[in-house]
């Protein structure tokens, strides 16, 4: 029988009325056997997310003031759920070793990790699965990083024999037991960990959303759905500002073939959007998508015979390296080379890295220019189509927008388009006019 491991962000399991449909969602698909949830989400706009609860009220906890009022408040959130699902469970057990643990001060990442370890022992009563606790298999080392090799061999080990589970996402343990969580939104990380772990078929990513955008919703009104991107076009895209799946939750999968089926728990109907490792899928509209982001600085140095000078290149980027700044990208000419960074990042070392330059490779010429941004057209389609780049091109020069840097990588995935920070919406709406609206 084929395995898929299905995991369900906060808002998916934010009440009674949300959990019946990740309930249906679960029981419609009999090889849906190993679930991750998340702590209880946002009900509402203005609602607060459970884990964010539990983070205020360890504070309170740490801080020896009261914390009854803002535990009871959690309490609530899941006496809710548990309520309106009829279900026969209490935590009162589990919510006083929980405030015994907040007296005596057991540690932020355990009072996160609370949210989906409570939520994963609803989950499990819910369904009838079994409940295992991430803390078993979830490894991290001594130091606080993670142990991706011990995971698997525990993870794998643990659920072997079992037909069905639920493993609460987010957090893990060290070897002396003391709860480790990942970054926030990390119960994305779980999900590919077991996945990983049972060698899924299909690692089913439920959310609130019905897969990756072609483009950002706040420039584009109603953009497409994607409906395949292939791993290293997400790696392109996520970079430059889109956010669907924690970033390092590609990373367990990718060297496993397993696919991931961003999904949405409020429109199952919808397919979602699929991730993989390759495909010969042809992207509907050539492009896959378009990323971009605001607010770089580019340093232009030029120096008459550059190109010539052996070591030029590595004695720029080491000032850059020196005054610990990250770089975009490097586009040069036969007699410069232009470094775009982080515009707020650069401001900070402006003078230092100046001198530095001069000091390094005493140019003719150093030009800077700031309120700039970079938009990334990604897509695998782009290799096999000629005429790609010009029909952007073209699309830009109609919409006004001038150009100020290109570059395209090796690899044909894709163009990266610098402009003004003004031009930005403009340009990536002519660029989506173009490809996406065009083709409908
Ligand atoms: N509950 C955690 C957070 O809010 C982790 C997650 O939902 O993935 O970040």
Redesign the pocket.
Known sequence: MKKKVVKF??SSLASAEQFRKVGEIIRSDESRRYVVP??P?KRFSADT????MLYGCYHLAEAGKDFSGALENIRARYMEIIEGLSLDLSLNEQFEEIAENFRSKAGEDYA?SR??YLNGIVMAAYLGFEFVDAAEVVCFNADGSFNADKTDEVMSRRLADLGCAVIP??YGAKPDGTVK????????I?GSLVAKAVHADLYENWTDVSGFLVTDPRVVKDPATISTITYREMRELSYMGATVL?EDSIFPLRKEGIPINVRNTNRPEDPGTMIVESTCNKPRYTITGIGGKKGFASITIEKAMMNSEIGFVRKVLQVFEENGLSIEHTPSGIDTLTVYVNQNAFEAKEQQIIAGLHRAVQPDLIELESDLALIAVVGRGMRRTRGTAGRIFSALAHAHVNVKMIDQGSSELNIIIGVENRDFETAIQAIYNIFVVAQL
Do not use: L, N
Request: aromatic share 8%; charged share 20%; proline share 0%.
């Open positions: 962000g906060g998340s702590a989400g997310k459970v884990t964010d996160a949210g989906e996402g987010f969580t990942f970054s926030r939104g990390g119960s994305d779980t924690h």
